[in-house]
């Protein structure tokens, strides 16, 4: 069966619709010139020179995929899809402090920048004039501020794609040679560059899948290993350091209770905190392992040593039964696990923008059972209005009714005259 083919559109529809994307790219160049500071520069455009800026501004970016698809991606149009997203998401602070995302500084914020710093346009006493206005704002259009930004934006693409059980994704610049013409916009490429195997692992009567924890380095993967000493073994027995894998249960809970941030920047803090692991042992083949976002400490990881190898099984939040944060906070506040999951003090993002800060018994509560990081790491890497739940509020309220529960104001004020000596 023949396809059906696409009916071309008739000339003077083509007119028309050229005619709108005209008219819509210049009300977009007068809203860039709008946000810089300066929209009365606009009216110093000749109208040539705004039909030569259309006609050769920049494309949207786009990302080609090198190779086998992410998960969860079906295919080139859904990637493409959530990379506008990224470049929607990521933006830049101007000279007077408005925002503009990546994808304006990518299309019309390059395009204004190539053709107001353009040398046979600077003769003209107009561009003379949107140059030196400009000029702040222009900066941020140099090579060097550009390779920055480009940096951030391949982070940031490398991370939404990427996860210790699916695979590291790298992405390059894609435009070659001729390819680098202004006009065609910016091409990148996604690159699997690990692809995560799992290993079957014998845990009690059967086996499990794990996967290594590691990162990608000089696009080699580096899995972690432990030395003996640092998980108090023989070294006569454990003669080389320890790998660590991770359950799929434990990459199931991690991105479940670590639900603020996307999955692969959540899955480098936890190659970042095993690689420097600060170690707690809880029996003769049972660990935690802190896992920290950068300085601060919301977790732990919950391991065992199987065989010579050690297994993590699952993510606890600092506040979870398990953590000597949860046992501090219990002895204080006298809540219970019942009480946690309640209260859904079990995911990191009721932390964010909580109240918790400024409410001063809950902070001091809070700082004496070693939880403050948590809630400062929610505040941290808050993005958007997205999270309404006041914990503090529920919180409060809970400690108020609690039978035989001992006075707040003076505990607070007590821990507090301790943090200061």
Same mark, same amino acid.
């Given at each position: 069966?023949?396809?059906?083919?696409?009916? !071309?559109?008739?000339?003077?529809?083509?007119? *028309?619709?050229?005619?709108?994307?005209?008219?819509?790219?210049?009300?977009?160049?007068?809203?860039?010139?709008?946000?810089?500071?300066?929209? #009365?520069?606009?009216?110093?455009?000749?109208?040539?020179?705004?039909?030569?800026?259309?006609?050769?501004?920049?494309?949207? +970016?786009?990302?080609?995929?090198?190779?086998?698809? +992410?998960?969860?991606?079906?295919?080139?149009?859904?990637?493409?899809?959530?990379?506008?997203?990224?470049?929607?998401?990521?933006?830049?602070?101007?000279?007077?402090?408005?925002?503009?995302?990546?994808?304006?500084?990518?299309?019309?914020?390059?395009?204004?920048?190539?053709?107001?710093?353009?040398?046979?346009?600077?003769?003209?006493?107009?561009?003379?004039?949107?140059?030196?206005?400009?000029?702040?704002?222009?900066?941020?259009?140099?090579?060097?501020?550009?390779?920055?930004?480009?940096?951030?934006?391949?982070?940031?693409?490398?991370?939404?794609?990427?996860?210790?059980?699916?695979?590291?994704?790298?992405?390059?610049?894609?435009?070659?040679?001729?390819?680098?013409?202004?006009?065609?916009?910016? !091409?990148?490429?996604?690159?699997?560059?690990?692809?995560?195997?799992?290993?079957?692992?014998?845990?009690?009567?059967?086996?499990?899948? &794990?996967?290594?924890?590691?990162?990608?380095?000089?696009?080699?993967?580096? *899995?972690?290993?432990?030395?003996?000493?640092?998980?108090?073994?023989?070294?006569?027995?454990?003669?080389?350091?320890?790998? &660590?894998?991770?359950?799929?249960?434990?990459?199931?809970?991690?991105?479940?209770?670590?639900?603020?941030?996307?999955?692969?920047?959540?899955?480098?803090?936890?190659?970042?905190?095993?690689? #420097?692991?600060?170690?707690?042992?809880?029996?003769?083949?049972?660990?935690?392992?802190?896992?920290?976002?950068?300085?601060?400490?919301?977790?732990?990881?919950?391991?065992?040593?199987?065989?010579?190898?050690?297994?993590?099984?699952?993510?606890?939040?600092?506040?979870?039964?398990?953590?000597?944060?949860?046992?501090?906070?219990?002895?204080?506040?006298?809540?219970?696990?019942?009480?946690?999951?309640?209260?859904?003090?079990?995911?990191?993002?009721?932390?964010?923008?909580?109240?918790?800060?400024?409410?001063?018994?809950?902070?001091?509560?809070?700082?004496?059972?070693?939880?403050?990081?948590?809630?400062?790491?929610?505040?941290?890497?808050?993005?958007?209005?997205?999270?309404?739940?006041?914990?503090?509020?529920?919180?409060?309220?809970?400690?108020?009714? #609690?039978?035989?529960?001992?006075?707040?104001? #003076?505990?607070?004020?007590?821990?507090?005259?301790?943090?200061?000596?």
């Amino acid at each position: 069966m023949s396809k059906t083919r696409k009916k !071309k559109a008739s000339p003077q529809l083509q007119k *028309q619709t050229e005619a709108q994307n005209r008219k819509k790219f210049f009300q977009k160049v007068k809203w860039f010139l709008t946000i810089c500071g300066h929209p #009365e520069l606009y009216a110093l455009l000749p109208i040539r020179h705004l039909n030569k800026l259309f006609e050769f501004r920049l494309h949207p +970016p786009t990302l080609k995929i090198i190779g086998k698809l +992410p998960p969860g991606i079906p295919d080139e149009k859904t990637l493409q899809k959530e990379f506008y997203s990224i470049l929607q998401n990521l933006e830049l602070k101007l000279p007077n402090g408005n925002l503009i995302s990546y994808y304006d500084y990518f299309t019309i914020g390059h395009s204004c920048s190539l053709n107001f710093t353009a040398e046979w346009y600077l003769k003209l006493t107009c561009y003379q004039i949107i140059h030196k206005k400009m000029a702040e704002s222009l900066e941020l259009f140099t090579e060097e501020n550009i390779l920055e930004i480009l940096h951030d934006l391949f982070t940031m693409t490398n991370l939404l794609f990427s996860s210790l059980d699916s695979g590291i994704y790298l992405t390059t610049l894609g435009n070659k040679g001729s390819d680098l013409r202004p006009q065609n916009g910016l !091409k990148f490429n996604l690159t699997q560059i690990h692809k995560a195997t799992p290993v079957e692992i014998k845990i009690g009567d059967g086996y499990r899948p &794990v996967f290594p924890i590691g990162w990608v380095k000089g696009e080699k993967f580096k *899995q972690v290993s432990i030395t003996p000493q640092k998980l108090h073994l023989a070294t006569k027995i454990y003669r080389s350091n320890v790998p &660590v894998f991770i359950q799929s249960h434990a990459i199931i809970r991690m991105n479940e209770r670590l639900d603020f941030a996307i999955n692969g920047f959540v899955h480098l803090m936890a190659f970042a905190s095993v690689s #420097e692991p600060v170690i707690i042992r809880k029996g003769r083949t049972a660990y935690l392992l802190e896992f920290r976002i950068n300085e601060f400490k919301v977790g732990y990881f919950a391991a065992d040593l199987i065989g010579k190898k050690l297994i993590i099984r699952t993510f606890l939040l600092a506040t979870q039964q398990g953590t000597p944060e949860e046992e501090k906070f219990r002895q204080i506040t006298g809540l219970t696990r019942d009480d946690i999951d309640f209260l859904k003090m079990t995911k990191i993002s009721s932390f964010a923008k909580s109240g918790i800060e400024s409410n001063s018994r809950l902070k001091a509560i809070f700082k004496e059972a070693g939880l403050l990081p948590l809630v400062e790491c929610a505040n941290n890497f808050y993005i958007g209005n997205q999270y309404t739940y006041k914990v503090s509020d529920l919180l409060d309220n809970y400690l108020n009714v #609690e039978p035989d529960a001992p006075n707040w104001e #003076e505990m607070a004020e007590t821990i507090e005259a301790e943090l200061e000596k």
